[in-house]
């Protein structure tokens, strides 16, 4: 069975920083791309980041670039999403995605991301 586990979430004051991380079981990691994406109260559901299957590119949504770092380390099955100036547009829920073509794809729970002062 495929697990999909986000943690690192939590409430940080505009400037701040998290990091979030991912942790897959049940498939084989490093035949998967990864994304990150995020769901703000009564909005859809955004792509943040997604990176490659061997992490050598990714890509960013224009409103986290030069802010957000996506990464991942194959041997422990798990990517993270850093994330630095964080701002109050930054709250959603964050989800993490394996993606491995058609409808070969999980999702995770998702975690709760607040920023405010």
């Known amino acids: 069975q495929v697990q999909l586990v986000e943690s690192g979430g939590g409430l940080v004051q505009p400037g701040g920083s998290l990091r979030l991380s991912c942790a897959a079981s049940g498939l084989t990691f490093s035949r998967y791309a990864m994304n990150w994406h995020r769901q703000a109260p009564g909005q859809g559901r955004e792509l943040v980041a997604a990176?490659?299957?061997?992490?050598?590119?990714?890509i960013y949504a224009d409103s986290v670039k030069g802010r957000f770092t996506i990464s991942r380390d194959n041997a422990e099955n798990t990517i993270y999403l850093q994330m630095n100036n964080l701002k109050p547009e930054d709250t959603a829920v964050y989800f993490c995605?394996?993606?491995?073509?058609?409808?070969?794809?999980?999702w995770g729970q998702g975690t709760q991301v607040t920023v405010s002062s």
């Open positions: 990176i490659t299957r061997a992490g050598d590119s990714s």
């Open positions: 995605q394996a993606v491995g073509g058609g409808q070969d794809n999980y």
